[in-house]
């Protein structure tokens, strides 16, 4: 049997290495993708870093703890509390203390070296505590004088003057000392005392003392937390940093995992049942001789174990070669930080490797059996024209996957809309409806291409006549080819034409409810505006100003788990005359700081009830729901008064000019007021569209390498499958030579199947795009979001022409290869 396998590759070398670059190269996109995947599950673990050389360190308690009957349940809380000053006292007579402040600073057009983040300030004698240590120069003595973190980078030296912007205002300041930096902050030093002055919000103490002692004053404070150990990383800035950088990254290659081995599955499959179908003639000869159906089976299964087996081997290879590349990739966009790499996990190549093989033994299956089935005579009938007829097992799975699809999108429209939206949803929706397409193909593309055929089957010549027909008649062959394309019009379409309609209903929000003329911001966008710049815009005459926080509340839902959600804590004075919230029930203006308002995803929406939350510092309070807001594409937050914003700084001011001037004397007045402040003024158009491209730039770069990744490979397998459907047809052309067609002729006709069958697959996965759009715009309906379809037709059109050329290339250069050869002796050759 193995022999009899070995010599029948050997004739059919081509559809054989075909379906080895299809399975080989599927192996290598899943084994490059499992390797990525496998690295992002283990952030690098560090040690303490801002707090290293200090014993002990006392801060406000950075996680909200919450005892529930299924054990406890924490969550991290954004605005810890401040080290009370009488706590501060009582722990100094323990032993010597230092104590620690952090406040956001602008050092304007100085470069400084760091971690590439936000600057910010500290007293000098906590720099010990990291440790670091003066690299040049001397510490700061008097207020005026700083110490900066600048290494081989900054531009900044001993002696230079400097313009420092804090919350106190902006002035200039001497750099009298530098430090190395530490790699997990830019800082600027002040002194103790002018730390204090500018930011009396007291972070954290450094005792030197015994911990045993430390714990029993502090226990005696509420939401107090002591740290030894490893657990002083819990102060560093952002100690989760490594872990959170990570999870969209996770998040972004799981997709990438799903996608391209769903892809790889479905063209692998396709690509084996069609190399099987094309030899159903030599199964009837084989029947003829006396071969058993099992027997054609075992051979089929032997030549799909041997291709299996070695194409799945040479795929693990080409992920080994192709995962550093992708993260390589990955760390050069912004995509994963800076550290990414791919470790040395092997489970992703054993996945690869068995799902490879099996594809192959699976996409064997259905064929061979199909094969096995029929008497000698009809196989021989059967290999001439396909009837369209599809056995009752392919229509009952087909129905059952189209159904399957449709119920899952009606339930989340009729349960949560919402849901819809969300990634996971719309990336694997389509993948339904991809495969539900693909096993009506028989029946679906005989209608589909006489009907595209139609036109040019009408103009002069045969061309268009005979185009259509030959695909008519070779529905195998034309659905094979088609099939890449239907995957990749319709991945293209649905994954780019949602993302475009969620941005496109998210502006439209925005738009919709901001009323504000202009938007100030910190000029990192995420970072405290100055105390002094706030009062300066209160004190503008002609506007409204609406100056907010962000912050968070966190509520126990069920009684078993702990659910936080964005907030953002506003005046409701001068709230309503900025924005047009969509209120449902309730009303804006009965917000105060006994209430709050919600969303209708919240799992409390009937206004007047009653709710315990936790605000972001850990304080637990009861509030009223004053007013509920639409769920809308899921920015429609919560709103807290200032009261309850858990110690948050404003970092948001919303403007609207009344009287006076109008905007354009307002902007000159917010302009002079943020000059020097390191606050950005920015147009109502100019904030909604920076907020529009900085929330979708990440999901944008993501989505295009998982198409990237997805289109190659179907670009590559739409090749090799025409390459395979024209080598399997000489002797059709050769009789056409011999009818009196000229090879030109020959090769435009090839060229013109080719472009329908193209069509045709494009018309295919255009209808599953279109399923799955409308049920984007359906639950943005739903969510009282009214925003048009963004339908990517420059996406669609670039995918369809490069589908267009590779086909067409993929079908004319072998058959103008083979026509070189004598018509006489290709139609006397064996199929």
């Not at 502090?218 to 100690?239: H, K, Y």
């Not at 291409?449 to 005979?466: D, H, M, S, Y």
Request: with cysteine; glycine share 10%.
């Amino acid at each position: 049997m193995l022999s009899l396998t070995l010599r029948g590759m050997r004739t059919r070398w081509v559809t054989f290495v075909g379906s080895f670059l299809a399975l080989a190269l599927g192996v290598g996109i899943i084994a490059t993708t499992g390797l990525a995947l496998a690295a992002t599950f283990d952030a690098p673990r560090h040690g303490p870093e801002r707090f290293a050389a200090a014993p002990v360190v006392v801060r406000g308690e950075d996680r909200l703890r919450v005892r529930t009957p299924s054990g406890v349940r924490t969550r991290e809380l954004t605005s810890p509390r401040a080290v009370p000053a009488e706590l501060a006292a009582a722990l100094a007579r323990l032993g010597p203390t230092v104590e620690d402040r952090t406040f956001p600073v602008s050092t304007g057009a100085a470069r400084l070296d760091g971690d590439g983040g936000a600057t910010v300030g500290h007293p000098w004698p906590v720099a010990a505590a990291t440790p670091y240590r003066l690299s040049a120069g001397r510490a700061p003595a008097a207020a005026g004088e700083v110490v900066v973190t600048a290494g081989g980078g900054a531009d900044v030296r001993t002696g230079d003057r400097i313009t420092v912007t804090t919350a106190a205002g902006t002035g200039a300041r001497t750099v009298v000392g530098t430090v190395r930096p530490k790699g997990f902050e830019t800082a600027v030093f002040f002194t103790a005392a002018e730390s204090a002055r500018i930011s009396p919000h007291l972070d954290a103490v450094v005792m030197h003392a015994d911990p045993a002692a430390v714990r029993a004053v502090v226990d005696r404070e509420d939401r107090m937390a002591v740290l030894t150990g490893d657990d002083r990383r819990r102060a560093d800035p952002d100690p989760d940093r490594d872990a959170e950088a990570l999870v969209s990254v996770n998040a972004l290659l799981g997709t990438a995992a799903g996608i391209t081995a769903f892809v790889s599955v479905f063209v692998v499959a396709s690509t084996f049942s069609f190399a099987v179908a094309q030899r159903r003639r030599e199964f009837g000869l084989l029947r003829t001789a006396g071969a058993t159906p099992g027997q054609v089976r075992r051979t089929v299964y032997a030549e799909a174990l041997v291709i299996g087996v070695l194409a799945s081997a040479a795929g693990c290879r080409l992920g080994l070669l192709g995962a550093p590349r992708l993260a390589s990739w990955m760390t050069g966009e912004g995509i994963a930080p800076r550290w990414f790499a791919i470790g040395d996990q092997n489970w992703p190549l054993h996945t690869a490797f068995w799902t490879g093989l099996a594809v192959a033994l699976a996409g064997a299956v259905a064929a061979s059996r199909r094969a096995g089935r029929v008497a000698p005579a009809e196989a021989l009938r059967e290999s001439a024209v396909d009837s369209g007829s599809m056995p009752l097992s392919r229509v009952l799975a087909g129905a059952a996957v189209l159904l399957t699809g449709a119920v899952l999108l009606g339930i989340a429209l009729v349960q949560d809309p919402g849901s819809v939206l969300k990634r996971k949803t719309y990336v694997t929706q389509p993948m339904l409806f991809i495969v539900g397409f693909a096993l009506f193909a028989p029946v679906l593309v005989r209608p589909v291409t006489r009907f595209l055929a139609w036109l040019p089957a009408q103009l002069p010549g045969a061309t268009g006549v005979l185009a259509r027909e030959n695909a008519s008649a070779g529905l195998r062959r034309t659905a094979a080819v088609a099939a890449p394309v239907i995957l990749t019009v319709a991945l293209a379409a649905s994954l780019m034409g949602t993302t475009a309609t969620l941005a496109e209903a998210r502006a439209t929000e925005g738009r919709t409810q901001l009323t504000a003329d202009f938007v100030v911001t910190s000029g990192g966008g995420d970072g405290a505006l100055s105390p002094q710049f706030v009062e300066r815009v209160r004190h503008i005459s002609g506007v409204v100003v609406s100056a907010s926080r962000s912050t968070s509340v966190t509520v126990l839902e069920e009684g078993t788990a702990l659910v936080g959600s964005e907030a953002r804590a506003v005046d409701p004075a001068d709230v309503g005359a900025v924005s047009a919230l969509p209120v449902v029930a309730g009303s804006l203006a009965d917000l105060d700081d006994n209430s709050l308002v919600v969303n209708k995803e919240w799992m409390t929406t009937t206004v007047g009830e009653r709710v315990g939350v936790w605000l972001a510092d850990g304080r637990k309070v009861t509030l009223r729901v004053a007013a509920v807001l639409s769920t809308g594409t899921g920015n429609n937050g919560v709103y807290v008064t200032p009261r309850n914003a858990g110690g948050a700084a404003v970092d948001r001011i919303d403007v609207k000019a009344v009287g006076g001037g109008g905007p354009s004397a307002v902007a000159a007045q917010l302009e002079a007021a943020a000059r020097g402040t390191g606050a950005v003024v920015a147009t109502r158009a100019g904030w909604l569209a920076e907020d529009h491209r900085r929330t979708g730039e990440n999901t944008r770069l993501g989505l295009l390498m998982i198409l990237l990744i997805a289109l190659v490979y179907t670009g590559i397998a739409l090749a090799n499958t025409q390459v395979m459907a024209t080598s399997d047809r000489v002797r059709d052309l050769a009789v056409l030579r011999l009818a009196g067609a000229t090879k030109a002729q020959v090769l435009r006709l090839v060229g013109a199947e080719a472009l329908v069958v193209v069509a045709v697959g494009a018309v295919l996965g255009g209808a599953v795009a279109a399923l799955n759009l409308l049920g984007v715009r359906t639950a943005l309906g739903l969510l009282d979001v009214h925003s048009a379809v963004v339908a990517p037709w420059g996406t669609i059109g670039s995918v369809v022409a490069v589908s267009a050329l590779v086909a067409v290339v993929a079908a004319v250069l072998p058959a103008s290869l083979a026509l070189r050869t004598r018509p006489v002796e290709l139609a006397g050759t064996a199929g």
